[in-house]
């Protein structure tokens, strides 16, 4: 028997494949030729905040937005393959990725695979047992500062030497109170085109 959200999920596909008429062809390559690194955040639409419609841009999405090594795999073959030549690296105010820290997540791993519980100040498993240590692992990409991650992460595109020198990297804050993505002067002048 299928969930509540998995009935919803499809009647809302139902309706939107009901109209979906031109969208089918639309081409591969994203029309307006960028792409937007940003965070999984559901208080997040890139469709909305940066003005897109299906077949514009390419949204690669993770906890935090980071340039992870699988995020730098997507641009590159955004940029190769599909023709992207504009960059753009979006972190948000109040990310859940600033509530924690790698040595958190892992022990709270190694307790328990069940959702952990936030009183405002720290992480606890409400019950215990049943955990992995496969957690001490993974590097979690965790933010202190929203600035400085931002700079971080188009630094690292720019010096990937699989990252082509001609492709300006822009960095960006969005703010979850009013919508406004705000400019981290720092990271484009680290991710000017060369």
């Known amino acids: 028997m299928a969930s509540q959200i998995v009935n919803e999920v499809v009647a809302a596909n139902n309706a939107y494949a009901g109209s979906f008429g031109k969208k089918s062809e639309l081409a591969l390559p994203p029309a307006r030729g960028f792409a937007i690194l940003t965070c999984m955040d559901a208080r ?32 590159v073959i955004s940029h190769k393959l599909l023709g992207t030549k504009e960059w753009f690296v979006i972190h948000h105010t109040n990310c859940g990725m600033e509530l924690f820290c790698d040595e958190v997540m892992s022990e709270l791993l190694d307790d328990n695979l069940a959702t952990a519980s936030f009183d405002g100040k720290n992480w606890s498993n409400p019950q215990h047992g049943g955990g992995c240590s496969a957690g001490h692992f993974v590097k979690w990409h965790t933010i202190k ?20 020198k001609n492709i300006p990297i822009y960095g960006y804050i969005y703010d979850v109170k009013t919508g406004k993505i705000n400019e981290v002067a720092e990271a484009t002048k680290v991710g000017k085109a060369a």
Not at 47 to 75: C, M, T
């Open 145 to 164: 500062n929203q600035e400085e991650s931002v700079a971080q992460d188009v630094a690292r595109i720019r010096s990937h030497p699989l990252v082509p």
């Open 44 to 75: 997040l639409d890139p469709a909305k905040y940066a003005g897109l419609s299906e077949g514009d841009a390419h949204v690669i999405r993770n906890a935090g937005g980071r340039a992870s090594d699988d995020a730098i795999r997507s641009l």
